[in-house]
């Protein structure tokens, strides 16, 4: 037989199995993380019917005649280029922005790993995070992502508190003086051990000053601070009428600097207090003026049935507060404490945490999501649904977490889609069905060349 025929039937399947790859590229284009393939082409064996020459004796040299044989398959490699984004606010929906794979596992000790760009995602009855297929979504540590909608959150009790904000240093003592002898009152909540609620007012009271003539580096201004809860206990500081001697002998004020930046807290004697120009006159040691050294405190609430609260009072609480002469919006906030909860909702960071909102307020961190990468991801097969496994080319997969080293960020409430481009593949198939059709050509071609050799004998 001649050489053309298998030529051409050699052409005739390479191409056949190129509308095969074309034709699952196209049924997948709106496959959720599909990656397309590519196929190229080599050439076979050429048959040497007349080897190179070296020049000699004057002659140059010659060229070797080869015949080819026909064509085979080079490659069918995968594309893992990314894909678009279609967006679906499903908070289960999650799409890789970069690098990386999600890692599910068929068991819950995540020992049989499958690799996928498929983010879509949902949870089973028990919680899991799973793919279509069943398969459990792996945290970086390897274990199955599991939202129990059952979780609770335990009561624990407030053990601190901080002051945020401004306090208006133009308070008018005579105006805003209030009948409980304070010139701006706040509220916070707190918590008890079994998660009991109870209510601590902040009161601020008379403003005093450093003498005028203090040296500029050295002014001062004190505003008397109180803290008390229901019930009996042991409150924090107490506010003396206005223009009266404290109550508290010494009181505890805020002191803050010329720039009305809170300092620390102080106390000062009723002794060493002016009333008549509201300035702190009898000097102390090393200061020029009365003030004693830094005071701290504990805030002690009991309630009948309630458990007790004790509340550290010190520096810390204070420092995020100003005394500028601009609106009050000084704020208190409970640094810890709250009632017990159950978990409410849940969503999911671009760096990969699984966050949980309960119903008392609170949110904790319920997982991390983990990815893979490899050296060779083109080297990684696929297995169906979307999954792919490692292979002794792809590398072995390096784990972390999302938005870290190489790995990607990732986007919630959205899918990649298909990185399969239509155009590309209808292009590609008008040529593989060009090459197709030439091929079979050359068949017929030379099967006609045969028939007039057997006609020869007529």
Do not use: C, W
């Not at 001649?2 to 191409?15: C, D, E």
């Not at 085979?72 to 690098?99: C, E, R, Y």
């Not at 990732?410 to 209808?426: H, W």
């Amino acid at each position: 037989m001649m050489r053309s025929m298998y030529a051409g039937v050699s052409g005739l399947q390479v191409h056949q199995v190129k509308m095969d790859i074309i034709g699952n590229n196209i049924a997948n284009v709106n496959t959720v993380g599909f990656k397309g393939s590519k196929v190229t082409f080599q050439e076979v064996f050429a048959q040497t019917i007349k080897g190179a020459g070296a020049p000699q004796e004057g002659r140059g040299g010659t060229n070797p005649q080869q015949v080819g044989l026909g064509v085979g398959l080079s490659a069918i490699s995968v594309q893992h280029t990314k894909g678009s984004t279609q967006i679906t606010s499903n908070p289960t929906d999650i799409m890789i922005d970069g690098n990386g794979f999600f890692v599910v596992s068929s068991d819950d000790t995540g020992n049989n790993k499958f690799y996928t760009r498929a983010g879509n995602f949902s949870l089973d009855k028990l919680g899991y995070l799973v793919n279509p297929s069943g398969l459990k979504v792996l945290d970086n540590d390897g274990k199955p992502v599991r939202i129990n909608k059952s979780d609770t959150i335990e009561s624990t009790a407030t053990t601190k508190l901080e002051f945020t904000a401004n306090l208006n240093f133009n308070y008018d003592e005579t105006e805003d003086f209030q009948a409980d002898n304070s010139i701006y009152t706040t509220t916070t909540d707190v918590y008890d051990s079994v998660g009991n609620k109870s209510t601590v007012t902040i009161k601020f009271g008379q403003k005093y000053a450093t003498p005028a003539g203090t040296p500029e580096g050295e002014t001062r201004s004190y505003r008397q601070v109180a803290i008390s809860g229901p019930g009996t206990g042991t409150p924090f500081g107490e506010l003396s009428a206005l223009n009266t001697a404290t109550v508290a002998d010494p009181a505890t004020y805020a002191e803050f600097d010329k720039a009305g930046n809170f300092v620390r807290l102080v106390e000062i004697a009723s002794a060493d207090i002016n009333l008549t120009n509201g300035e702190v006159t009898a000097g102390a040691a090393g200061s020029g003026i009365g003030v004693g050294a830094a005071t701290a405190g504990t805030l002690v609430i009991q309630q009948s049935g309630v458990e007790d609260i004790s509340i550290a009072i010190d520096n810390d609480t204070f420092k995020g507060i100003t005394h500028y002469a601009q609106t009050t919006d000084m704020k208190a906030t409970p640094v810890d404490g709250n009632s017990a909860g159950a978990l409410d909702s849940f969503a999911i960071s671009s760096s990969g945490e699984v966050y949980g909102t309960y119903t008392n307020g609170e949110r904790g961190t319920l997982a991390t999501l983990g990815l893979a990468a490899f050296d060779n991801a083109p080297g990684l097969m696929k297995i169906g649904g979307n999954l792919f496994t490692d292979t002794p080319n792809s590398g072995t997969p390096k784990f972390g977490v999302p938005g870290t080293g190489s790995f990607g960020q990732l986007a919630p409430g959205a899918l990649e889609m298909s990185n399969v481009d239509l155009s590309q593949e209808f292009t590609d198939m008008i040529t593989t069905q060009r090459g197709f059709q030439a091929n079979s050509r050359v068949i017929t071609t030379t099967d006609e060349m045969l028939q007039e050799l057997v006609n020869l004998k007529r």
